[in-house]
T-cell receptor, first 115, second 115 residues
Framework: AQKITQTQPGMFVQEKEAVTLDCTYD???????LFWYKQPSSGEMIFLIY??????QNATEGRYSLNFQKARKSANLVISASQLGDSAMYFC????????????FGQGTELSVKP | NAGVTQTPKFQVLKTGQSMTLQCAQD?????MYWYRQDPGMGLRLIYY???????DKGEVPNGYNVSRLNKREFSLRLESAAPSQTSVYFC??????????????FGDGTRLSIL
């Protein structure tokens, strides 16, 4: 069985500071991918960053980086220099390579950036 | 850049009515997906189509049917709507299934209320 757990229902961060959103996962697939999506209040799902289970380096995309610790089965999202526009729901998702492309989502973390 | 287009954006139904949610993508993707999003529960997979001509059940398929009309279009049908199906529905598509680093691209969602 596959499972994604996001234990932080809500987080606050001061503008310009860094914040880490936690994600742990469980899977029996030997190879898998981890994704983070942002959902602003307008409702659309925006892809942020991807980490493959066999990638040697942690993924980075601009101000987003993924702290991937395979042994701990964690894939935390780090947002540096937070901006007011970062306020949104953030979802961690996993796709096992033997699962036909299906994504399993966590319950999400609501991030609020304070001015 | 249309991407994934869902219609309608909003719909109110009475219990027992039927309706079809439409989804079309213009990215020549092979795989398409239907999710529902309920408060506090993240996104859950209803049905998916790994390629044209195939469909499979996801986590919560009861009460729904799907049709992969062609490579571009994937529709979701509620035959007899129930209040428990009140939710936001997302359609998504991706280039390939498992083993790919390509993310799923999402439509803007359909807000469906069943009275």
């Amino acid at each position: 069985a596959q499972k994604i757990t996001q234990t932080q229902p809500g987080m606050f961060v001061q503008e310009k500071e860094a914040v880490t959103l936690d994600c742990t996962y469980d899977t029996s697939d030997p190879s898998y991918g981890l994704f983070w999506y942002k959902q602003p209040s307008s409702g659309e799902m925006i892809f942020l960053i991807y980490q493959g289970s066999y990638d040697q380096q942690n993924a980075t995309e601009g101000r987003y980086s993924l702290n991937f610790q395979k042994a701990r089965k964690s894939a935390n999202l780090v947002i540096s220099a937070s901006q007011l526009g970062d306020s949104a729901m953030y979802f961690c998702a996993m796709r096992g390579d033997n699962q036909g492309g299906k994504l399993i989502f966590g319950q999400g973390t609501e991030l609020s950036v304070k001015p | 850049n249309a991407g994934v287009t869902q219609t309608p954006k909003f719909q109110v139904l009475k219990t027992g009515q039927s309706m079809t949610l439409q989804c079309a993508q213009d990215m020549n993707h092979n795989s398409m997906y239907w999710y529902r999003q309920d408060p506090g529960m993240g996104l859950r997979l209803i049905y998916y189509s790994a390629s044209e001509g195939t469909t499979d059940k996801g986590e919560v398929p009861n009460g729904y049917n799907v049709s992969r009309l062609n490579k571009r279009e994937f529709s979701l049908r509620l035959e007899s709507a129930a209040p428990s199906q009140t939710s936001v529905y997302f359609c998504a598509s991706s280039e390939a299934g498992g083993g790919s680093n390509q993310p799923q691209h999402f439509g803007d969602g359909t807000r469906l209320s069943i009275l």
